[in-house]
T-cell receptor, first 112, second 113 residues
Framework: NAGVTQTPKFRVLKTGQSMTLLCAQD?????MYWYRQDPGMGLRLIHY???????AKGEVPDGYNVSRLKKQNFLLGLESAAPSQTSVYFC???????????FGPGTRLLVL | DQQVKQNSPSLSVQEGRISILNCDYT??????FLWYKKYPAEGPTFLIS?????DKNEDGRFTVFLNKSAKHLSLHIVPSQPGDSAVYFC????????????FGSGTKLNVKP
């Protein structure tokens, strides 16, 4: 039981490049989340999903897109990366809205 | 504007003593609160939660206190152990938006042996 895994662990992008961050969970959780963490700030919710095929905007959705084609996977896409998107990205999953969120180890992204 | 604030970026405590981590919030609609613990290079892990119908919740060495009138919660760790050294985040949500949790900026706790 791996829990929540994230790929890649670290990535450097140039401004304007695109990339996809993959989150996978093996706990059969319905809910999945993408957060970003920046220095001096808490985790901020980017997008979330309440089930396969559904997505919704969080607190800071601009510049990101997501897809939940399979229940166990939640993808976060950056179509045209900007330096302001340099951050540590965390994925999380939970059984339901009031349930504990289980976090992945994070992806460190640097946009030059 | 952050709705959940942790005004102490760091705290240093001697092993065996009490650690008190504080968190303030501004949204009076928040009624569910959590504390997460995070070690370097790992994701946050859930520690303890409290709903607004309670003013205290205890789990072993960890106790969370909620003061709704002051919009303040605190996490007490007694006794503190070196393994408790980590960054602690508080988070809050309301019953209509349980999908959305608002996190504080974290407090780095250092427990000295």
């Amino acid at each position: 039981n791996a829990g929540v895994t994230q790929t890649p662990k670290f990535r450097v992008l140039k401004t304007g490049q695109s990339m996809t961050l993959l989150c996978a969970q093996d706990m059969n959780h319905e809910y999945m989340y993408w957060y970003r963490q920046d220095p001096g700030m808490g985790l901020r919710l980017i997008h979330y999903s309440v089930g396969e095929g559904t997505t919704a905007k969080g607190e800071v959705p601009d510049g990101y897109n997501v897809s939940r084609l399979k229940k166990q996977n939640f993808l976060l896409g950056l179509e045209s990366a900007a330096p302001s998107q340099t951050s540590v990205y965390f994925c999380a999953s939970s059984l339901g809205p009031e349930e504990t969120q289980y976090f992945g180890p994070g992806t460190r992204l640097l946009v030059l | 504007d952050q709705q959940v604030k942790q005004n102490s970026p760091s705290l240093s405590v001697q092993e065996g003593r009490i650690s008190i981590l504080n968190c303030d919030y501004t949204n009076s609609m928040f009624d569910y609160f959590l504390w997460y613990k995070k070690y370097p290079a790992e994701g946050p892990t859930f520690l303890i939660s409290i709903s607004s119908i309670k003013d205290k919740n205890e789990d072993g060495r960890f106790t969370v206190f909620l003061n709704k009138s002051a919009k303040h919660l605190s996490l007490h760790i007694v006794p503190s152990q070196p393994g408790d050294s980590a960054v602690y985040f508080c988070a809050a949500s309301d019953r209509y938006n349980f999908n959305k949790f608002y996190f504080g900026s974290g407090t780095k706790l250092n427990v000295k042996p």
